[in-house]
DNA sequence: ATTATAAATATAACCGGTTACATCATTGTT
DNA sequence: AACAATGATGTAACCGGTTATATTTATAAT
């Protein structure tokens, strides 16, 4: 592979030259502008971004750490992210995490040492201490779903407490008697939210009691486990929120299963939006997330934070929408 | 950031016997080691990957070309990819394509000057000649879904024929009388060779002509759009193989809308197998392909081809299997 | 024509590692 | 005691870029 010095050599010019040519910097005659291009051209030349990295302490790449591939709601975002990213000229590493504490740190430490630019962060296990190092070596961060205590850090979410109160409102509204929860894993702040908006609206109702809620994991066999746990404990239920679309599709399946017709005899409201949500049979209601806008903003946001020295972090939280679907569109009410 | 000079000063030796320790090459005294371990730790050192690269001329890293992260059968495979990689001490570039040839030999060359140490390339667009200047810069190649002309290269597929041929055969065995086939993007060799499969089986069939093929995208809106066509064109239609399972279940959409029992009215199968597939409503009967499996063999014989002066190139095809499931399961037959 | 000033290019140091080769310290041989 | 062989460590070149500074060349001013 060519290397600066051929082309240099090639075009009878130092390598310095050749540089500014690559670079647009500084003043270069247009004539020797010309040989150089030629020459790389002639040479196949492409400048080597280790080196460049090397030199310049960035790479212009930037990471997006997510905690699960196989939930479509981070590829979606990423998606976003990406076409961002790609519009300015910067690469991303996507990295998978299964929101292990060990391996978020290790990328951490890599992505450091590998000079990317700036990181979003999809991680609730990481504190406001294990970014210092990052800061240090001058890398942007954007945290999503996670909000900092200590608010030197940019971060993005959504109002997850006062979605999981229109879905369970929702679920009210068409009559449903006894809503359960099917919660993520209760140690994410966003399952947390979640979970409090639906006992903002059940919590003080007489039939309550917490044996509504079943504690899941974001997955669609989890959900779907959690709900028959929830038909064999509260044959009663009529209305299920769980506290995303994965499990919400797994709870679909086991009420197939189970016989339960839906949505009369069982309405079922997801969260995320994600694409998959409306083409469940039948559609699913959800509590939809801009997952696009979110990947856009945060990787903007991370774009600014990049370029500029006066950068402010800021804190964003945006809101979330109840989608209407076949889920819940009951003809009858029990 | 610590360096290899402040370790050094710090442990008052060279950088070479840091280097050494680090990489465990060369003779060492013990009682050095020790000093230098030490120092590591106190000033929290971690080797820069990028100077490494530089140096070593190679990047512990491989990347996974995928032609797009919305088809969850990428990002399934790209977790086996993960997790073999991982094992070994890789890391793993995941790049999103869109399957634009422009997009794909962007990445080639960028990826060359990233000296990443072996490719996992998901394209149908790219050709023999395109590979030769990373096999130069000795980077390592395994093609997926794509059996290149000359056999210099390593690919993996799956018999898609053959199971294209399942799938149709299987419709006509539950009863189906019309079977229609929605195609795949049509200049895709998988595409192309399931819809031989399909016309292997029905082809010469009294009834059959090309309007029982449909074109579409490989995405749920593709399949969707393309049910409604042939809705349209052939309301006779009570089977339909679909060239993969997202485009399945835009079709089983259709269905819904338009009113046709599944399987009853219109059994429909799939192909892939993703996650999904098994989730729909009712659960999508599909050709399913070893994803996981081709990931994990994909991973494994590029670490081999990485690892080994004397690789030989191989092809293989791996079977797929019929999963029965209830898109199909007919009570009655018409 | 001579000098000051600006423009264009080259030289060399640097980014942070790896490693061939040189050097110095030990230990073993005769 | 003298020398060879081996072990342990250091020096310096190199990977392929960028860029501050030095140097050369062109242009303007006197």
């Known amino acids: ?30 004539e020797t502008e010309t040989t150089v291009r030629e020459a790389i051209k002639k040479l196949n030349y492409i ?28 590829p979606e975002m990423a998606r976003a992210v990406e076409d961002v990213a790609q519009q300015h000229g910067y690469h991303v590493f996507i990295c998978n995490t299964d929101d292990k504490r060990e391996k978020v740190l290790n990328y951490l430490d890599n992505l450091a040492t590998h000079y990317v630019d700036g990181i979003i962060l999809n991680s609730h ?7 210092e190092k990052l800061r240090n070596n001058n890398i942007s961060i954007v945290m999503m779903d996670r909000v900092l205590e200590h608010e030197e850090t940019t971060a993005f979410a959504v109002k997850n407490r006062a979605g999981g109160r229109k879905a369970t409102e929702h679920l009210l509204d068409v009559g449903c008697k006894r809503v359960a929860h099917i919660s993520g894993v209760t140690d994410i702040p966003t399952a947390q939210d979640r979970m409090w908006g639906y006992l903002d609206v059940v919590g003080t109702l007489p039939w309550y009691d917490t044996s509504y809620i079943s504690r899941s994991d974001f997955t669609v066999e989890g959900g779907y486990q959690a709900a028959k746990e929830l038909f064999m404990r509260h044959p009663e239920v009529d209305g299920i929120f769980a506290g995303n679309d994965l499990m919400a599709i797994g ?9 339960k017709a839906i949505p009369n005899e069982l309405a079922i409201v997801g969260f995320d939006g994600i694409d998959m949500s409306a083409l469940t049979t039948p559609p699913m209601t959800t509590v939809q997330q801009p997952i696009y806008e979110l990947g856009e903003l945060a990787m903007k946001e991370l774009l600014g934070h990049m370029n500029d020295e006066a950068y402010e972090a800021k804190t964003v939280n945006l809101d979330v929408e109840l989608i209407i679907r076949e889920t819940t569109m009951r003809t009858q009410q029990n």
Do not use: Y
């Open 125 to 131: 296990i990481i504190k406001e201490a294990d970014l």
């Open 1 to 30: 592979m060519a290397t600066i010095r051929d082309v240099a050599k090639q075009a009878g010019v130092s390598i310095a030259t050749v540089s500014r040519v690559i670079n647009n910097k500084g003043k270069i005659k247009q």
């Open 47 to 74: 400048p080597n971004k280790v080196a460049q990295g090397l030199s310049n302490q960035r790479s212009n790449a930037v990471a997006f750490i997510l905690p699960s591939i196989s939930n479509p709601f981070f």
């Open 251 to 259: 709870a679909l399946r086991a009420a197939h299963e189970w016989g």
